[in-house]
C-alpha cells in the first residue's frame, strides 16, 4: 500500500557524515512504523534503527547507538538517518522498510521496503 524509495547514499571518508532520506507515496506514512535496515556483502540483513509511528519511541542498534539518528517528518511521508563519525564497518546498502505494526524489530514485520542505497566508508 506504500512505495518507498531511498536517496543519499554515496561514497565518504572514515569519521565523516551522510544522511540518507526515504520518500513514500500511496498511503500516509504516518500508519506505519517506520525502520532503516543494512546488508554487507556476505553478511545478514540488520536492523539499524527503528521508529514508531508518531516517531515517539525509537531504537538502535548497538553498533550505531550515539553515531546515528533515526526521524520522520510525517507531514512530508519522509523518513531520515543521519550517520555520523562513519566507519568503514558501516559500507552496506542500506534499505528503508514500513511495517503496519507502530514498532517492530523483526524484518519479517515489514511488508513494504525500498530498493536500497549504497553507502561505502573508506579507510
Known amino acids: 500500500q506504500v512505495q518507498l524509495v531511498e536517496s543519499g547514499g554515496g561514497l565518504v571518508q572514515a569519521g565523516g557524515s551522510l544522511s540518507l532520506s526515504c520518500a513514500a507515496s500511496?498511503?500516509?506514512?504516518?500508519?506505519?512504523?517506520m525502520g532503516w535496515f543494512r546488508q554487507a556483502p556476505g553478511k545478514e540483513r540488520e536492523l539499524v534503527a527503528r521508529?514508531?509511528?508518531?516517531?515517539?519511541?525509537?531504537s538502535y542498534a548497538d553498533s550505531v547507538k550515539g553515531r546515528f539518528t533515526i526521524s520522520r517528518d510525517n507531514a512530508k511521508n519522509t523518513l531520515s538517518l543521519q550517520m555520523n563519525s562513519l566507519k568503514t564497518e558501516d559500507t552496506a546498502v542500506y534499505y528503508c522498510?514500513?511495517?503496519?505494526?507502530?514498532?517492530?524489530?523483526?524484518?519479517?514485520?515489514?511488508?513494504?521496503w525500498g530498493q536500497g542505497t549504497q553507502v561505502t566508508v573508506s579507510s
Open positions: 521508529i514508531s509511528k508518531s516517531g515517539g519511541s525509537t
Open positions: 522498510a514500513a511495517t503496519s505494526y507502530s514498532a517492530a524489530g523483526s524484518a519479517n514485520a515489514y511488508a513494504y
Open positions: 500511496g498511503r500516509t506514512l504516518s500508519n506505519y512504523g
